[in-house]
């Protein structure tokens, strides 16, 4: 399962990492977020050390809300040495995400 973290953290998970990021805005209650997330556990596992995948609770985090100006849940962003590179809104086919990751490469 991909790792919650907060604006505390923010900074030092992904704008600092060497490899590409994936997070996920996404809320508790939203049930597109939940279906996303088993897809994004198998993620973790097949990309483990080409692509670090962290979740951000949009109910808690209004500043990185407000920041990258995130207006749906869930909404992925990918970070590449610290910068956004690209979105996806809404639930999202893995095939979609794994392509979207092959384009940082």
């Known amino acids: 399962m991909a790792e919650r973290i907060t604006t505390a953290d923010f900074e030092e998970k992904v704008l600092k990492a060497q490899i590409p990021v994936l997070v996920d805005f996404y809320s508790d209650s939203c049930v ?11 993620l973790g596992t097949e990309l483990g ?4 995948i962290y979740k951000v ?3 808690y985090e209004q500043e ?4 990258y100006e995130v207006m749906a849940s869930p909404t992925l962003i990918f ?3 610290g910068e ?3 979105r ?9 995400i794994i392509e979207e ?4 490469q």
Do not use: Y
């Open 88 to 96: 996806l809104q809404g639930m999202t086919q893995k095939a979609v």
């Open 49 to 52: 050390g080409k692509l670090d």
């Open 84 to 86: 956004e590179v690209s």
């Open 101 to 104: 990751f092959e384009k940082l």
């Open 79 to 81: 970070f590449k040495g």
């Open 57 to 59: 609770n949009v109910g």
């Open 32 to 42: 597109p977020c939940k279906m996303l997330s088993p897809v994004l556990s198998q």
């Open 64 to 67: 990185l809300v407000d920041k």
